[in-house]
């Protein structure tokens, strides 16, 4: 069974910077597409920033110009780049990706445990 493995969450001031990394708990799987989500206590849950199998990204309107998302397939693993935090961007951050068998070729949507990013002076 693959899971996804997200790592890079934690603390900051505002202003400063996180990586968010996921990757899928064994490599041979590849990633088709990946999206990384948001939801802060209250809130529901939303898209922050996604990457097509073509590598179109699109960001939600708050994180423009700030965020980055980003794959490396030569490693199987998606980022995502978070500059010039806020503290409204505290939330835990959660990856959506869809991964193919290398063999079947088959693809289906996984979820990450999700990471706390907390931005606060």
């Known amino acids: 069974q693959v899971q996804l493995v997200e790592s890079g969450g934690g603390l900051v001031q505002p202003g400063g910077s996180l990586r968010l990394s996921c990757a899928a708990s064994?490599?041979?799987?590849?990633?088709?597409?990946m999206g990384w989500y948001r939801q802060a206590p209250g809130k529901e849950r939303e898209l922050v920033a996604d990457?097509?199998?073509?590598?179109?990204?699109n960001y939600y309107d708050s994180v423009k110009g700030r965020f980055t998302i980003s794959r490396d397939n030569t490693k199987n693993t998606g980022y995502l780049q978070m500059n010039s935090l806020k503290p409204e961007d505290t939330a835990v951050y959660y990856c959506n990706a869809r991964l193919v068998h290398p063999i079947t070729r088959s693809d289906n949507l996984y979820w990450g445990q999700g990471t706390q990013v907390t931005v606060s002076a």
């Open positions: 990457i097509t199998s073509d590598g179109s990204t």
């Open positions: 064994r490599s041979i799987f590849s990633i088709k597409s």
